[in-house]
Every structure is written in C-alpha cells, then in structure tokens.
DNA sequence: CCTGTGTTGGTGAGCATTCACTCACCAGTA
DNA sequence: TACTGGTGAGTGAATGCTCACCAACACAGG
C-alpha cells in the first residue's frame, strides 16, 4: 500500500495547490483531504491543526532564495558583474513569481504571518535575508574594483530585487492582458540599467 | 441624530481598519458592526454583502498612486530630475506603505481580488499604472536631454517604484527589528543610484 | 507456527461554533 | 401615512476538529 509518508506528502502537496489555486481562505479541511484522496481525520493524524498544516506547506514547499544567491555569490568569479546581476535578477524573478501569491495571502491573516516569520528565524531565514545578500555580493564586487567606489549597494540590491518582487505582484494581478516581457529580456534590462544608470 | 451618511462612512471606517488590522481574514460582519457602533443588519442596509461592502473600502478607502504622479510630472519642471525622482520615490514609498498590506490580503481572496480588478479598470486606473506613468516621465526628461539618451524607462521605472513596494511589504512583515532606514533617505539613495548606476 | 497485543494510519459520523445573511418590527420624520 | 435607517433574534450552511472504531502490520511468548 502506501507508503508511512506519502499520505501526508499528498496532503502537503494538496495544500499547496489549492493556496495558490482557490486562494488561503478557501482553502478549507474539507477540500484539502479531498484534493489530498483522503478524510479529513487523516489530515489531524498528521498535523495537529489546520495552522499548523499550513506552517508545514510554507517550511517544506516554498523555495528560498537565500541559498540561491549565496551560491551565485561563491561560485567562480569568471563572468561580468552585468553576467551576474543579469542572472540573479533572471533567479529573483522567477522565484518571487512562485512564492508571491501565497506569502501575499499571508497578509490576510496575520497570526498564520507571525507563526511563518517565527519559523523562518527558526531556519535562521527571512525575507530580507536576499536583500542583505545581495548587498554584501555588490560590496565585494566594489572592493574589486568592479563596481564603481562611491556605489550605495544597499540601494542597487533594493532596487534590484524590488523590481523584481513587483513584477510577481503584478504577475499575478488579475487582468494581465498585454503580452508580458520574457523574464530574461526583463532581468537583463534591469541589470544594464542598474550598472550603467540613466543620468546625463 | 447622525447624518444618513455618517453611519455608512463609520462602517466603511471600521471595515478598513480591520482589514488593517486583525486581517481581511478575521474581519468579519459582527466584527466590523461592532466596531461600527451599529448592528449586523444596519450593514445590510447600506451594502448589498459583505464582498460588496469590501469593494467600497477599497473603491473609496484606498490612495490612488496614479494622480500623485501624474500631477508630479506635469508640474512647473524646475526641479531637476534627481529631485523629481526623490519625490516620487517618496510618495510612492509612503503610498504603498498604506496600501500594501490590505492589497496582499486581497490574494488569500481571489474572487474579491477579481472584482477589486474589475472595479478598477471601470475607473480607468490599476497597478500596472503608476510603472506607465513614471516611465512617460522619465521619457519625455530624456527627449528634454536630461536623460541618458539610450536609458531604457522601462526598467528605470520598474526598479524605482518596485523597491519602493518591496519596502512596504518587509515594513508590514513582523519581527522588524532593526531601526528602518527613514523614507526620505531611501527615496534619495534610490534616485541617486538609479541615476548614477553602480558601474565602473 | 500460531496467537495475543500494541502501534500506526486510516475512516464515517457528528459536534460545537461561527459565519453571512434575513425577517419582523419599530422610531423618527417628511 | 409612507419611507428611511435602524434593531434583536434568529436561520441554514459551512468550518475546524474529535471520537469511536478498524484494518494491517510487527513481533514476543508459548
């Protein structure tokens, strides 16, 4: 038969479907255990609530971005800094994409907010961890002389990053009728941009 | 007595404060009448259902981004560009500061996030507006000459007011801890650098 | 090799509560 | 008298969760 752990992968699973489908608030027990195939008793053998099901969904299914960026970061520094801003921004992109629609409707209901952000310091995690990230990798790259001297690299990676976040937002805005910018067109135009400026 | 008005403006009040507060999740009809200083059925008499009733809060209740703008860009072009953009930053940041955490909630919610949508396209705005807005903006300062000639706007104005929105959802995200940087530095380190670049 | 026993993971039925919403009714005013 | 804006007391439906029960397996003792 089924294997100890498939049924509540199954359920975590259903879970994460039906938030980013149906959206967090309809997301009821009734409709996780049948998306999952299975009762609703089964799902309280697994998780001792509903909250904390979700908390598991959030921990065990949505993607980080931290490791991502560290590891762009530490990789072989052979390629330009345009090269590697390009594909952070192109990474960034596509992660907030998957993870927005959830972490956004976590704003609906702020305990399930706070118990996630108590999770993610847990993890020694958090959303600002990418932004911190970014920043350090800018300092290095100015201390090797490859950015310019003077450059606020916590301003370049907000200004990264944010543009990013907002494209998921607007992503996932409804109505999105205009045919959307691929995302490595829309990573490259920010990463040149963000280099070169547009002053006189 | 009161006013016929004032008992739908205190519910509208309630409403959004709520939403503000406990979240859209948690605000419930005997909640918000409560607040409101009137009974559940008084809701009903001015709003046809509580989805309806929420339309209002954000139909009526919410800053518009757009018009800040648009009146920006359209004013007596004295200042220079830097500025401009320092003051947009600004304003943008303080607007998505207000707007943001009761629009994320709107994703828990698509339906209710749909007809939000559908109201706004009646009134002729959206989010996707204010991009528009500032790139037409930094398009007409370029055809001026105080733009880089080949600047790409697009991207400017994406990562302008898309670190400005990322702000506002790491302000509204708990556990804040560290002293946050105050509006008008961001807004003035943002311009500055995307003017400037960080590029050697 | 059976057999008793405990554990694990599952079920269907139902319970208490909460929710959005309605209804009969009423006070003040035009 | 008719209308507007208000109320208290419900109502049916949905929701999160529990309970008694059960099938399958592990496995130690006779």
Request: no cysteine.
């Given at each position: 038969m089924l294997t100890p752990?498939?049924?509540?992968n199954r359920i975590l699973d259903a879970a994460e479907r039906l938030m980013r489908t149906i959206g967090l608030a309809r997301t009821t027990t009734?409709?996780?255990?049948?998306?999952?195939g299975c009762s609703e008793a089964a799902l309280y053998k697994h998780f001792s609530s509903k909250e904390e099901l979700f908390?598991?969904?959030l921990e065990e299914r949505l993607p980080r971005l931290g490791p991502l960026l560290e590891e762009m970061v530490a990789g072989p520094g052979e390629r330009s800094v345009e090269e590697n801003l390009t594909e952070i921004a192109r990474r960034a992109a596509l992660f907030y994409e998957s993870s927005?629609?959830?972490a956004a409707s976590l704003y609906a209901e702020p305990r399930l907010l706070k118990r996630h952000h108590?999770?993610?310091r847990e993890l020694g995690t958090g959303p600002r961890k990418p932004l911190l990230a970014l920043s350090a990798y800018l300092r290095a790259e100015r201390e090797a002389g490859r950015v310019r001297p003077g450059a606020d690299t916590d301003a370049a990676a907000a200004l990264l990053l944010g543009a990013c976040a907002q494209r998921a937002f607007l992503h996932d805005f409804p109505g999105g009728e205009r045919p959307e910018q691929p995302v490595e067109e829309f990573a490259a135009a920010l990463a040149r941009t963000v280099l070169a400026g547009i002053g006189v």
């Open positions: 752990m498939s049924t509540r009734k409709e996780i255990a049948r998306a999952a908390v598991r969904v927005f629609p959830i108590a999770a993610l």
